[in-house]
C-alpha cells in the first residue's frame, strides 16, 4: 500500500504565490512518472503539470511561466510552485503517482486533494 500525502492549499489574492507538496509513503521502491492535476467547480480534472524521474516537466498552456513542478526522488516527494496565481486558478489540486512497490507491483494512486482559492 502507498499513501500520497498532499499539503499547502489555501486561500492568496491574485498575483499572490503557494507551494504545494506532495509525499509519498508505504511500500515504495520507486516513483515513477509523477503529476498535479486541478479540478474546479462543474469543470472536468485536468492536467496542470507532469514530472519524469530524470526531472523533464510539462506543463498545461494555461500555467507555463508561472508555475513549476520539482521532485526529489529519495525523498519520495513533489512540490508544485504557483506564481502570479488568477482566480481562474481556484480548483482542488490532486498528486497523482506512478509507484513501483517493493512487492514488485506497479500502481498508480492518487492524493485526497488541496483546495487552492485565488480570489481578492
Known amino acids: 500500500q502507498v499513501q500520497l500525502v498532499e499539503s499547502g492549499g489555501d486561500l492568496v489574492q491574485p498575483g499572490g504565490s503557494l507551494r504545494l507538496s506532495c509525499a509519498g509513503s508505504?511500500?515504495?521502491?520507486?516513483?515513477?512518472?509523477m503529476a498535479w492535476y486541478r479540478q474546479a467547480p462543474g469543470k472536468q480534472r485536468e492536467l496542470v503539470a507532469s514530472i519524469k524521474t530524470s526531472g523533464s516537466a510539462n506543463y498545461a498552456d494555461s500555467v507555463t511561466g508561472r508555475f513549476t513542478i520539482s521532485r526529489e526522488n529519495t525523498k519520495n516527494t513533489m512540490w508544485l510552485q504557483m506564481d502570479s496565481l488568477k482566480p481562474e486558478d481556484t480548483a482542488v489540486y490532486y498528486c497523482?503517482?506512478?509507484?513501483?512497490?517493493?512487492?514488485?507491483?506497479?500502481?498508480?494512486?492518487w492524493g485526497q486533494g488541496t483546495q487552492v482559492t485565488v480570489s481578492s
Open positions: 508505504g511500500d515504495i521502491f520507486t516513483m515513477r512518472d
Open positions: 497523482n503517482a506512478a509507484v513501483i512497490q517493493r512487492d514488485g507491483t506497479y500502481n498508480t494512486y
